[in-house]
């Protein structure tokens, strides 16, 4: 599929670990007709910096970054175990430690800037903390794959409640304009004053919203055709798709992504794809990652280049543990970035990327991961 290579370079005392997306080992490779070279990294290990008052983070899942390149981490205090919020417990099991709040908000040097999040009056908390984005206004839109969780949020920066569209409650289906089916992702066109939404862990269909009022627009499911009324959602496979469950997009519809040319891109997570639309749900093409791919499935999120064409695609592959660059012309895998594993540069159950302005990359881990990393573009 792909001749990408890792290389990790390792010292048992260094602040850093090198690890590169290349097309050979780390060589700075142009490729024909590729308008610059494959994205390469090196993990900065010592970001973000130790959070305050005895913080430890929960499963980062999600991850964003705003117009002043902060990056904004959406983390689950729920998923901690008791011995890692011993601090808390009555009585402390341990000195260390407690769940930190939902929401925070790093410079880019990794100081904590602020911190928010939680339930609170005028809106439905989610049961579960899923995707977080900051639109090109600085408001913070979160969703949530709770059992019952059928809202998205949308916040100021610090942390005034603006808006939900949707409800809390026994799920309804793809036919419903009123409101999600445990929505992943979120993303906002500020010029069309419009949000979308990977909708999801229930719901198998991209959803637009009014992003000022919340109206209902329009929706599509896969290959731009009405989404399809289903049972339930689907199961982790342990099997090829046939081409009953390709017809339509499996669950979870787990990220949606705008590019400046008006295309939208889409996690189909456990069918092994990203599909391609125009604003309107027009279909426009599909590629495969890793097709073999069971269980979980493959596309679990991605984003988009900052360079002036935005060139790359690169995604989080969550089931096999690795970040992948892809020629976003092309949809052909060009490299690869990480390795199952607990060190820095390695993965578990990576789910959620963020890029800055500079091709800073940020990837939160869930499961057991609980982690923030982030990886800055080496020449």
Request: charged share 20%; glycine share 12%.
């Amino acid at each position: 599929m792909s001749n990408g290579r890792l290389v990790l370079a390792t010292a048992r005392w260094a602040a850093t670990l090198t690890a590169c997306i290349a097309v050979v080992g780390c060589a700075s490779t142009a490729l024909p007709g590729n308008g610059g070279d494959v994205p390469r990294f090196v993990v900065d290990a010592a970001w973000p910096q130790p959070l305050p008052n005895n913080w430890i983070l929960g499963q980062v899942s999600g991850v964003a970054t705003d117009n002043a390149d902060h990056v904004w981490v959406l983390q689950r205090p729920g998923s901690l175990t008791p011995d890692e919020r011993g601090a808390t417990r009555s009585p402390p099991l341990s000195k260390c430690c407690a769940p930190a709040l939902p929401v925070l908000e790093f410079d880019a040097a990794g100081r904590l800037l602020r911190s928010w999040g939680g339930p609170g009056a005028g809106y439905d908390w989610p049961q579960n903390e899923h995707g977080i984005h900051v639109d090109g206004r600085g408001f913070v839109w979160i969703t949530g794959n709770g059992e019952q969780d059928g809202q998205i949020l949308k916040f100021t920066r610090d942390g005034r409640f603006v808006m939900q569209i949707g409800k809390i409650g026994p799920q309804t289906g793809n036919s419903d304009t009123s409101r999600v089916g445990r929505a992943a992702g979120v993303e906002v066109d500020v010029a069309a004053r419009e949000v979308y939404v990977a909708d999801g862990y229930y719901n198998k269909r991209i959803v637009v919203f009014d992003s000022e009022t919340g109206a209902f627009k329009r929706s599509w499911g896969a290959y731009g055709r009405p989404a399809a009324p289903f049972d339930k959602p689907d199961s982790p496979r342990t099997a090829a798709p046939t081409p009953a469950q390709l017809s339509q997009f499996g669950n979870p519809v787990h990220c949606v992504r705008l590019a400046h040319d008006g295309l939208v891109y889409v996690c189909d997570r456990l069918n092994n794809r990203v599909q391609v639309f125009q604003h309107d749900g027009s279909f426009v093409r599909e590629f495969s990652v890793e097709p073999e791919t069971l269980m979980a499935g493959s596309v679990w999120d991605l984003v988009i280049s900052r360079d002036a064409g935005q060139r790359w695609l690169l995604l989080a592959d969550g089931a096999n543990n690795q970040i992948l660059a892809i020629d976003r012309a092309t949809g052909e895998v060009r490299g690869t970035l990480g390795r199952p594993g607990r060190y820095a540069g390695q993965f578990h159950w990576v789910h959620d990327l963020a890029i800055d302005s500079h091709g800073n990359l940020y990837a939160g881990e869930v499961d057991t991961g609980k982690r923030l990393q982030k990886f800055v573009p080496r020449p």
